[in-house]
């Protein structure tokens, strides 16, 4: 709820690395109780999450669970319940990406990608959603690629689009019990994940993605931070995308199509140009 800047207990899935990794330090520096959810569980970055804690009586909790293993991943939340307490703030952060033009993606990455990040956010909200308590709020992290197109991101933005559909409908359906419903939807940031598709990524959608913006860790963290203490629904960190939503949001379909058709126009031109 709005005001609400440390919540006692949190549960995050992805907070192993980029991200996730950062939220879930950010509140124990606040004083949470965190228990993380992930693929695989780092003592390395428990360790180091252990030093942010603000008060050594916090708990840090992490268990070894995958978003579309649902059975696994309720257990774990089970135990999760049980070491701290019902989740009062709840993240869904696990997240991938497969970057290619949609003839040369196979339908095995599509389904993947999909699988992941959308059936994985409805698995987390089902997973935790049996515990959360009026008060409580649940958030599943987006993207701006859930408003906006970008090219060669097919699956990526379907499921991101994806994610957004289904945020706003839990939201609906969850008011009534005093739980609230944020969609996170940050720009690029600087995270392992982008630093490595960055080495393969199309000139078009570079030039796409450089409309919204690039973030560090930190700027992304302050933005979703207060968006998440201001009681947001849609929490979009950076001017920059700010402006890109609006837009997308906002502008007729017509107007939106002809800028980035002439982006696409012209990077293509010039990539022609440097090869003929």
């Given amino acids: 709820m709005p005001g609400i800047t440390a919540p006692r207990t949190l549960f995050i899935t992805g907070g192993m690395s980029g991200l996730g990794k950062a939220l879930a330090a950010a509140y124990l520096q606040r004083g949470s109780d965190v228990a993380i959810f ?52 709840a993240i869904n952060c696990a997240g991938i990406q497969r970057a290619a033009a949609f003839e040369e993606l196979s339908g095995q990455d599509f389904e ?13 909200a089902e997973a ?23 090219y060669s991101y097919a699956t990526y933005c379907a499921s991101k ?10 939201r609906l359906e969850l008011k009534p019990r005093g739980i609230e419903v944020s969609l996170i939807c940050p720009p690029e940031v600087d995270t392992p994940m982008v630093e490595e598709e ?42 920059s995308a700010k402006i890109t939503y609006l837009a997308n ?20 031109a010039k990539m022609d140009a440097a090869t003929a």
């Fill in 38 to 89: 992930d693929l695989a569980v780092n003592d390395e970055v428990l360790a180091e999450l252990d030093n942010c804690k603000l008060r050594r009586s916090q708990r840090l909790v992490a268990y070894q669970a995958s978003v579309t293993d649902l059975a696994a991943l309720s257990a774990a939340v089970d135990q999760a319940v049980a070491a701290t307490d019902k989740p009062e703030l």
């Fill in 128 to 150: 935790v959603l049996r515990h959360m308590q009026s008060g409580g709020r649940l958030a599943l992290v987006s993207s701006m690629a859930g408003f906006a197109a970008n």
């Fill in 198 to 239: 960055a080495r393969t990524m199309h000139p078009v959608s570079r030039t796409l993605k450089d409309l919204g913006g690039t973030l560090s860790v930190a700027a992304a963290i302050k933005g979703i931070l207060s968006g998440l203490d201001r009681g947001k629904h849609v929490i979009i960190p950076g001017r």
């Fill in 161 to 170: 689009f994806g994610v957004v559909g289904l945020g706003r409908v839990l």
């Fill in 249 to 268: 949001r906002y502008l007729p379909d017509f107007v939106m199509h002809a800028v980035v058709d002439r982006i696409v126009r012209s990077t293509l």
């Fill in 112 to 124: 993947l990608v999909v699988q992941i990040n959308l059936f994985g956010s409805r698995n987390f």
